[in-house]
């Protein structure tokens, strides 16, 4: 991925954004950058994918991508 600077200051902020998530909403496990047909995506990982309806489609102009875990994640 080729971004520019104002690019990378877009998903830092964004991603500033999204691991809020982790303590606000139940079910979120991980964000990070993804990419989706050459564009940068908010990727978040939820452990049952009806929580996808609590997350905005897009933040800072970069879409949301959700990613199911299969379930609960247990630390070992």
Known sequence: MNQHPDEDATVAAALDQA????????????????EQD?????????TDPEWA???????????VRV???GGPITPQ
């Not at 691991?19 to 993804?34: K, M, Y």
């Not at 309806?53 to 879409?63: D, N, S």
């Open 38 to 46: 050459g564009r940068a995506t908010i990727d978040v990982w939820v």
């Open 53 to 63: 309806e609590r997350l905005p489609r897009e933040v800072k102009g970069l879409t």
């Open 19 to 34: 691991q809020r998530w982790l303590d606000a909403i139940p079910g979120v496990t991980g964000v990070g950058q993804g």
């Open 67 to 69: 990613r199911d875990t």
